[in-house]
Nanobody
Framework: QLQLVESGGGLVQAGESLTLSCVAS????????LGWFRQVPGKEREGVSC????????KSADSVKGRFIISRDNAKNVVYLQMNSLKPEDTGVYYC?????????????????????WGQGTRVTVSS
């Protein structure tokens, strides 16, 4: 059973940067697609970015392209989300998720129901 634990959230001002980390345990992540999602109260959880098991395919939401960078270190069982030029609308709880065997063509990567494992989330607040 794969367990995921996020860290790195906090309160920052608009324009600043944060890097989130998600450490996996219970299994190696080599065979898993890893994704980051975020959610604000009253809204559905939305896909932010994902990275394929080998790191060769990356998908990102249009709202974060050019600002957020996802990366992974399979040797350390970790996935990162580097968030630059943060905006108040990036505020939310950020979740790490994992799934194996998911095709990343089209928009399947961004559907929360397609992921099998989830962390508890880390809160990011961006003040204006």
């Amino acid at each position: 059973q794969l367990q995921l634990v996020e860290s790195g959230g906090g309160l920052v001002q608009a324009g600043e940067s944060l890097t989130l980390s998600c450490v996996a345990s219970g299994s190696t992540v080599d065979a898993f697609t890893l994704g980051w999602f975020r959610q604000v109260p009253g809204k559905e959880r939305e896909g932010v970015s994902c990275i394929s098991s080998g790191g060769t395919i990356i998908k990102s939401a249009d709202s974060v392209k050019g600002r957020f960078i996802i990366s992974r270190d399979n040797a350390k069982n970790v996935v990162y989300l580097q968030m630059n030029s943060l905006k108040p609308e990036d505020t939310g709880v950020y979740y790490c998720a994992a799934v194996s065997g998911l095709s990343l063509y089209g928009g399947t990567w961004s559907i929360p129901g397609n992921y099998d494992y989830w962390g508890q989330g880390t809160r990011v607040t961006v003040s204006s």
